[in-house]
């Protein structure tokens, strides 16, 4: 099974800061790795797919990169709807897997 | 406008079954894998199971394997769960999501229903 760990767990943050969050990949996952935001009392919503795809619809400020074992979200100029907790995902092999998350505060 | 309606969750005790369904809009249906995803309260999100199109191929997380059954019925637009011999820990959050192939990330998600386990 693949392990993904993110940090932080928790970061606090206030309006208009960058935001970096991690992902490790136990291992080797190409770029078969993808972020979700959920809000409190909401389901997950795509953010990015394969690393660093954008999805249609999702504001310009969130970007992903990585590859391989070492992944990355942005978040540029954070606004305070994007107060949530952020999954990563690999689809690289079965179980499917998510990181533990990451609960953004503003 | 892709839509997910998840129902059937609730109150069950240890041991005993309850069918999810999910209702599927929006969207030609027998098109897509379909997964469930489930998240215990307060914590993160766990992969359950996936059904290709035709229902052909199933695949399941080890903790459910042989308790859990995916299906569907692409007439209905519908996606089901049933869970037999239920656990504590299959106590969750049950999320109906749409996936963009075999083995591949969720693109769109249902609200969920709620499954409590316990005597």
């Known amino acids: 099974e693949i392990v993904l760990t993110q940090s932080p767990d928790f970061q606090s943050v206030t309006p208009k800061e960058k935001v970096t969050i991690t992902c490790r990949a136990s291992?080797?996952?190409?770029?078969?790795l993808h972020w979700y935001q959920q809000k409190p009392n909401q389901s997950p919503k795509l953010l990015i797919k394969?690393?660093?795809q954008s999805i249609s619809g999702v504001p310009s400020r969130f970007s992903g990169s990585g590859s391989g074992t070492d992944f990355t979200l942005t978040i540029n100029s954070l606004e305070a709807e994007d107060a949530a907790t952020y999954y990563c995902?690999?689809?690289?092999?079965?179980?499917?897997?998510f990181g533990g998350g990451t609960e953004v505060e503003i | 406008e892709v839509q997910l309606v998840e129902s059937g969750g609730g109150l069950v005790q240890p041991g005993g079954s309850l069918r999810l369904s999910c209702a599927a809009s929006?969207?030609?249906?027998?098109?897509?894998?379909m997964s469930w995803v489930r998240q215990a309260p307060g914590k993160g999100l766990e992969w359950v199971a996936n059904?290709?199109?035709?229902?052909?191929?199933?695949y399941y997380v080890d903790s459910v394997k042989g308790r859990f059954t995916i299906s569907r019925d692409n007439v209905k637009n519908s996606l089901y769960l049933q869970m037999n011999s239920l656990r504590v820990e299959d106590a969750a959050v049950y999320y109906c999501?749409?996936?963009?192939?075999?083995?591949?990330?969720?693109?769109?998600w249902g609200q969920g229903t709620l499954v409590t386990v316990s005597s």
């Open positions: 999501t749409r996936v963009c192939g075999g083995i591949c990330y969720s693109d769109y």
């Open positions: 929006g969207f030609t249906f027998s098109n897509y894998w």
């Open positions: 059904i290709k199109q035709d229902g052909s191929e199933k």
């Open positions: 291992q080797n996952i190409g770029n078969t």
């Open positions: 394969y690393a660093s």
């Open positions: 995902h690999q689809s690289s092999t079965l179980p499917l897997t």
